[in-house]
């Protein structure tokens, strides 16, 4: 899980950037605010990737996807892009899971097959 969440996360901070790039042509919105809260986005991204695997840390995953979507209201775009994101996410959870298990069974019947004593 840990692998496909991570790459999810690493191309949201990408996204996030370049969203951040589009945000700064609005003239409501000053550079300074854009990229606080673009790069606090962005740390939280790399953040995560250390901590998918603890308590709450898929759920801090799903807070980012949703405040990902939310951006849509500054830069229109982002509600597709969050939402296309948020079902990476979904997918990298979900099956992420499902390799793990399939790993810890696999690695299950490697112990119970090998012979004893070597």
């Known amino acids: 899980m840990r692998t ?8 949201e901070f990408f996204v996030i950037g370049f969203a ?3 945000a700064m042509k609005d003239a409501d919105l000053s550079a300074s605010t854009v990229w ?13 990737c250390g901590v998918i695997t603890r308590p709450g840390g898929v759920a ?5 996807q949703i405040a990902l979507v939310a951006s849509g209201i500054f830069v ?3 509600y597709f892009l969050g939402a296309l994101f ?4 979904w997918a990298s959870v979900h099956y992420g ?12 019947q490697s112990t119970e097959n090998s012979p004893s004593g070597v």
Not at 60 to 64: K, M
Not at 86 to 89: E, H, N, Q, T
């Open 60 to 64: 801090l995953g799903w807070a980012l």
């Open 97 to 108: 899971k499902k390799i793990d298990e399939a790993k810890a069974r696999f690695a299950a």
């Open 36 to 48: 606080l809260v673009s790069g606090i986005a962005m740390v939280l991204c790399v953040a995560l």
């Open 20 to 22: 951040a790039l589009v």
């Open 76 to 78: 229109p775009t982002m």
């Open 4 to 11: 496909l969440c991570s790459s999810t996360l690493i191309g």
């Open 86 to 89: 948020a079902g990476l996410w």
